[in-house]
């Protein structure tokens, strides 16, 4: 992937201060998670940027340790705050309200660099918010209506699953593969999760949008390039293997833990498993925070 009624805003207040200078602890780990509207002066936007986030109606943000989730104001509240929940249990998984790797987090936390958005009609997002958007900030990863809900009815595992993928393909490719591109880089095929992606090629992976000997895709789309290809596989792998249940899984992709175990080298799950690299390996708690 790439990323109702409206609510009002429940939400008055976030985390504005500098993650790597002075970083939340205790009880003000409370405040990560919170929504501002996007005119709130605490938010760690430029003019133009704030700005362009009006422009566009994306009227409500997030930053939980400084890392930019702006919605469009179609977007319910309750879900804006649901994905800042996840993006700060993944930046700390032992909810101390202090991020676990601040290299990672100071990576993420530039908006001109790339950003998290979630907008409510396709159409709208592509025709007149987008352009706008991008002129001012960074790379958007999305987390859309039209995935999470699309013309169904709202179900909220579903919504869940798709805001930790699109969080998870957000902090691996401007994150992780940024900080330690020999394990976790995207841009070529030469890391630990590239050469994965790679070793598992056609074998117990292949993304709908790219071709197999004997099984081509069945999507339109290219998702060859290893910044999208690694990407997805990883999300799929690092979920699975926390037992957690995917979004959804590439053609071949294994239906259970303890068969995805299996096919797994020893490589990467080192690496996933490696303490210094602060990989999920338990099942999201979507609590934070949990003091």
């Given at each position: 992937?790439?990323p109702?009624l409206p609510?009002?805003?429940?939400?008055l207040?976030?985390?504005?201060s500098?993650?790597s200078?002075?970083?939340?602890?205790?009880a003000l780990a409370?405040?990560?998670?919170k929504v501002?509207?996007?005119?709130?002066?605490r938010l760690q936007?430029t003019?133009?940027?704030?700005e362009a986030?009006?422009?566009?109606?994306?009227?409500?943000c997030?930053?939980?340790?400084?890392v930019?989730?702006?919605a469009?104001d179609?977007?319910?509240a309750?879900t804006?705050?649901?994905?800042a929940?996840?993006?700060?249990?993944?930046?700390d998984q032992?909810?101390?309200?202090?991020?676990d790797?601040r290299a990672?987090?100071?990576a993420?936390?530039?908006p001109n660099t790339?950003?998290l958005?979630?907008?409510h009609?396709?159409?709208?997002w592509?025709?007149?918010?987008?352009p706008?958007?991008q002129?001012k900030?960074g790379?958007?990863?999305i987390?859309?209506?039209?995935?999470m809900?699309?013309d169904?009815?709202r179900?909220?595992?579903?919504?869940?699953?798709?805001?930790v993928?699109?969080i998870v393909?957000?902090?691996t490719?401007f994150?992780?593969?940024?900080?330690?591109p020999?394990?976790f880089?995207v841009e070529?095929?030469t890391?630990?999760?590239?050469r994965e992606?790679?070793?598992?090629?056609?074998v117990?992976?292949q993304?709908p949008?790219?071709?197999?000997p004997?099984?081509?895709?069945e999507?339109r789309?290219d998702?060859?390039d290893p910044?999208?290809?690694?990407?997805?596989?990883?999300?799929?792998?690092?979920?699975?293997?926390?037992g957690?249940?995917?979004?959804?899984?590439?053609i071949?992709f294994?239906?259970?833990?303890?068969?995805l175990?299996?096919?797994?080298?020893?490589?990467?799950k080192r690496?996933m498993?490696?303490p210094?690299?602060?990989q999920?390996r338990?099942p999201?708690?979507?609590t934070?925070p949990n003091?």
């Open positions: 992937m790439r109702l609510y009002p805003l429940l939400l207040c976030a985390c504005a500098d993650p200078n002075d970083p939340p602890t205790g409370q405040d990560v998670c501002l509207s996007t005119a709130d002066a936007l003019p133009s940027q704030r986030l009006l422009k566009s109606d994306m009227t409500r997030a930053q939980p340790f400084g930019l989730v702006a469009d179609r977007i319910p309750e804006l705050a649901l994905a929940r996840v993006l700060a249990e993944l930046l032992d909810m101390d309200g202090v991020p790797d990672v987090v100071e993420v936390s530039n790339a950003w958005a979630m907008p009609d396709h159409e709208d592509e025709e007149w918010q987008l706008g958007l002129r900030l790379y958007d990863i987390i859309p209506t039209w995935w809900i699309g169904e009815e179900d909220d595992e579903r919504v869940k699953a798709v805001i993928e699109e393909h957000f902090l490719q994150g992780y593969s940024t900080v330690y020999a394990e880089g070529d095929w890391s630990v999760i590239a992606t790679q070793r598992a090629q056609c117990f992976w993304h949008e790219n071709d197999c004997e099984s081509p895709a999507s789309g998702c060859s910044n999208c290809d690694v990407v997805e596989f990883y999300q799929q792998v690092l979920v699975q293997s926390v957690m249940e995917p979004g959804w899984r590439g071949g294994p239906e259970t833990r303890e068969e175990e299996g096919l797994l080298s020893e490589e990467i690496v498993n490696e210094s690299f602060h999920l338990k999201l708690r979507f934070y003091l």
